[in-house]
């Protein structure tokens, strides 16, 4: 039996290449390929299976024939052996003699007639023998020629399939080093606005703090002038008023008292503020390299002026604790509270120059 290999189904679209597969990632589907060379692999088993089965089919033509020979051989000896004459014949009787030649005549007749079926036989044989081994060499043949063609398809798709896969290979390699090249160059365009932006940040942190600084040391001033001139206000009204400074020494001392906690709570505010400068100015530090030495220098001098705002501070308290409750003190000690106002207005005012 002959057998076609099944064609590729209709709905398979066809390559550059001309071959039956379908492109998949630049390279033809694997479950196709699979499925093709499978059905290839069970066409050439039937094939083989077919060819099997016709030279068995032959071989046993072969047998039949051979028996078939054999069986008019026989046939052929008992018929000349029934025509031999007997050699008695000239004894016989007259009966006898016409039977053996009646039986001689029906022997020819027998004889004549296997040979002519044996010759039938025998021709029929031949043919049919014929006819299968060029059955036979015709399947080989073709069989042949498919499996040259399937050879030669299948080299033909192997040699595209690793074209196919070398030119994806150069492509991938090609398109990662783009990809790599990109990356490299998106680093750096990164990286240059990362810095130019960090410089911008660490130009306006430095501009801030300037400008607070200089806005914190304007206010000091002020206040410190503010309070200069209320403490000499003071001081004129208890020089012109001595009579009253008796009676009203407390009030005076009450009032020195809520003026230097004012003083002190403007202080700490001015104080908190200019403690935020060193926190702004804590991540330039970090990168010592974007200071120069002017600005080393003025942070230096603005921790150290923070370190001597305490300590005017710290004397006004004491001084403050110091002050006598009986009116006469207060009248003694008014001229020394307000030399020590002066004082610390002036070590304040230093500290800010």
Do not use: C, W
């Amino acid at each position: 039996m002959q057998r076609k290999i099944a064609a590729m189904p209709s709905h398979e679209a066809t390559s550059a290449s001309g071959l039956p597969f379908a492109t998949v990632m630049r390279g033809y589907d694997r479950d196709q390929v699979i499925d093709f060379f499978r059905r290839f692999d069970a066409e050439m088993r039937v094939i083989a299976a077919d060819r099997d089965a016709a030279t068995a089919n032959a071989r046993e033509l072969a047998d039949n024939l051979e028996l078939a020979r054999e069986e008019i051989e026989e046939l052929r000896r008992e018929v000349n052996k029934l025509s031999v004459p007997p050699t008695t014949v000239q004894g016989m009787s007259e009966r006898v003699s016409s039977m053996l030649r009646l039986a001689s005549d029906e022997a020819s007749e027998i004889r004549a007639r296997s040979e002519a079926e044996a010759a039938e036989t025998l021709s029929i044989a031949r043919q049919e023998a014929e006819e299968h081994r060029q059955e036979i060499a015709r399947q080989t043949q073709e069989m042949n020629e498919r499996r040259e063609a399937m050879n030669a398809e299948h080299e033909s798709t192997m040699h595209a399939a690793h074209e196919e896969s070398a030119r994806i290979l150069a492509d991938a390699k090609a398109k990662a080093e783009e990809l790599d090249a990109r990356a490299q160059s998106n680093r750096e365009r990164i990286q240059e606005d990362f810095d130019t932006t960090m410089a911008a940040r660490r130009k306006e942190a430095l501009e801030q703090a300037k400008q607070l600084e200089a806005t914190s040391k304007a206010e000091a001033k002020e206040r410190l002038d503010t309070a200069r001139a209320e403490a000499e206000s003071t001081r004129q009204r208890a020089a012109s008023a001595a009579t009253e400074r008796i009676t009203r020494a407390q009030e005076v001392t009450e009032q020195i008292r809520t003026l230097r906690a004012r003083m002190l709570a403007q202080l700490a505010e001015v104080r908190s503020q200019l403690d935020d400068v060193p926190q702004l100015l804590a991540e330039v530090e970090n990168e010592p390299e974007l200071l120069d030495p002017d600005t080393k220098g003025l942070l230096n001098k603005d921790l150290s002026e923070n370190a001597r705002l305490d300590q005017p501070n710290k004397a006004a308290g004491e001084r403050d604790s110091e002050v006598p409750a009986d009116t006469t003190d207060a009248a003694e000690h008014d001229g020394d509270t307000d030399e020590a106002a002066a004082a610390d207005n002036d070590t304040v005012s230093a500290s800010y120059r």
